[in-house]
């Protein structure tokens, strides 16, 4: 975590360094977000909400900041009889809610100015929560009521396509160490639940991520230029 926060501390003061000795471009930046849902499996659900915007201050390097919300949520059909047609559906959520700062330095880009291949530093910091319904049913070594705080440090390379002037796509795949805060409720393999509480884990983790953006100033750099 250290580490990355000096990583990203110098790669700021690198970019203002190089700005300092070229002629400053206009600045621009970009509204970015996304909402989705898909089904993983059925009555398994995996949704991402998420707004932010990008602000490119040089030809090379910008910085993102994100606000997002993860969600992924285990539906069980519960019957109010053995054997009865009548049931209802009670859910098991586990959501997360983070802030993301990214700083990154596009090392290629391309004709049209916009589109880009990046490479990005990056940290999260937010909060960690599983909650069940009422008469969800618990399973095996299952947490079934958390609350956790966590920061992330990580590493992504990633790409922005333009797809018009002014909207694109931005997409990433990297990975990152967790370091995490929980306390929680579980159950063990007889179903007997226990407390559990401030515990720390940390984990290496894969990640991609997805955003639409739309750009506010199309002509920052010379259209035709491209470099490595």
């Known amino acids: 975590m250290k580490k990355s926060a ?3 501390l110098n790669l700021l003061l690198l970019a203002f360094n190089t700005e300092a000795q070229e002629k400053r471009p206009e600045a621009k930046w970009y509204l970015r977000g996304k909402a989705m849902t898909m089904v993983v499996f059925e009555d398994a659900w995996y949704s991402s909400i998420s707004l932010g915007t990008e602000y ?7 910085v993102v900041l994100d606000a997002v919300h993860y969600s992924f949520k285990n539906e069980v059909e519960v019957h109010e009889e053995p054997n009865s047609k009548k049931y209802d559906e009670y859910a098991r959520r586990d959501y997360r809610n983070y802030l993301v700062l ?3 330095y596009h090392f290629i880009r391309f004709k049209n100015g916009n589109s880009s291949i990046y490479f990005a530093p990056y940290s ?7 909650r069940k319904e009422g008469l969800y049913p618990l399973q095996e070594n299952e947490r079934f009521f958390l609350n ?6 990580g590493l992504s390379v990633g790409m922005l396509i333009n797809i018009t002037p002014n909207f694109g796509i931005d997409v990433s795949l990297g990975v990152y160490n967790r370091y995490e805060w929980q306390s929680y409720w579980e ?3 007889n179903l007997n639940t226990s407390y559990h509480p401030q515990q720390f884990y940390t984990k290496f983790h894969p990640n991609m991520r997805l955003n639409f953006y739309w750009t506010f100033k199309k002509h920052l750099f010379p259209v035709g230029e491209s470099s490595l």
């Open 6 to 8: 000096f990583l990203l």
């Open 56 to 62: 490119r201050f040089s030809k090379r390097f910008s």
């Open 102 to 104: 990214e700083m990154r």
């Open 124 to 130: 999260k910091i937010g909060e960690h929560k599983i």
């Open 148 to 153: 956790g705080n966590f920061v992330d440090a």
């Open 187 to 189: 159950t063990d393999e």
